[in-house]
């Protein structure tokens, strides 16, 4: 696994931490290597914690968002969780709402999410 | 291009990609150091993370200089590269324009989220960009 992250696989569900100041390259393996956990892991949800992240640019927005799209083709379902609220008012100045990406508060409010839907 | 000190607060060389990282970096501690609010810190970053990277992409490498503003208070970077330049810089402005693999919402989304956004560069000469942010 690329060091972009932490990921734990925990009843189907993935769970990835971002780290902080994470380059071009780094948000780009993980995009690769977490599609290939998803299928090899049989993966029903993947959970993405950003709240490391002090920015979010056009950049990583766009494999943010890619990365829902990726896994809801590999039947498993995204939520992005823990985005700080300056960041959120910068996405939407920069006119990324991040469009087909769910998002939950928490970790556990997204984990509260799977399970309901019968996915964790 | 402004009345800058004659000696920037920090420096960071634009030549791989984590050098971007390092001028994200470079400037959320002079940030801090000026006591920043949250939301303008990660306001003035997210824009110097993407003129950074179009430095990187576009200029084929540059410099970042940071320095510290007296009257008013502020930060300011001013970012040269000596890559093909902006044949049309109103252009390349506007959402949605965009020549390599970003989404073209980069130099626009950066000009929105500063106090003041200057841009010069000419075909052939190198693009340089200041920008200027309130603590």
């Known amino acids: 696994m690329s060091e972009a992250a932490s990921v734990y696989s925990v009843d189907k569900v993935l769970l990835v931490a971002i780290r902080d100041n994470i380059t071009d390259t780094d948000i780009i393996n993980l995009q690769e290597d977490l599609s290939e956990r998803i299928v090899n892991e049989a993966a029903r949800g993947v959970v993405i914690d950003i709240a490391a992240l002090e920015i979010v640019d056009t950049f990583v927005g766009r494999i943010l968002a890619q990365l829902s799209s990726i896994s809801r083709l590999l039947a498993a379902e995204t939520y992005i969780v823990g985005m700080r609220p300056a960041v959120a008012m910068t996405l939407v100045e920069l006119g990324m709402d991040l469009p087909g990406s769910k998002t939950a508060l928490s970790l556990s409010h997204a984990l509260r999410a799977l399970k309901a839907k019968g996915l964790a | 291009m402004n009345g800058a000190p004659a000696q920037p607060a920090a420096r960071v060389e634009l030549r791989r990609e984590r050098d971007v ?3 994200r970096l470079a400037v959320s501690r002079a940030m801090d ?4 609010r949250a939301l303008r810190k990660t306001r003035f970053i997210t824009a110097v993370s993407e003129i950074a990277r179009n430095a990187l992409e576009h200029g084929g490498g540059g410099v970042m200089e940071i320095y510290n503003l007296e009257r008013p208070r502020r930060i300011m970077i001013r970012c040269r590269d000596e890559g093909p330049g902006i044949a049309d810089i109103d252009q390349a402005m506007v959402d949605g324009f965009s020549t390599a693999r970003s989404m073209g919402k ?15 560069s000419r075909p052939g000469a190198g693009t340089t960009i200041e920008m200027e942010a309130d603590p």
């Open chain 2, 21 to 23: 990282a390092a001028a």
């Open chain 2, 33 to 36: 150091a000026l006591g920043a």
């Open chain 2, 106 to 120: 980069g130099l626009g989304g950066a000009r929105r989220l500063v106090a003041a956004f200057r841009i010069e």
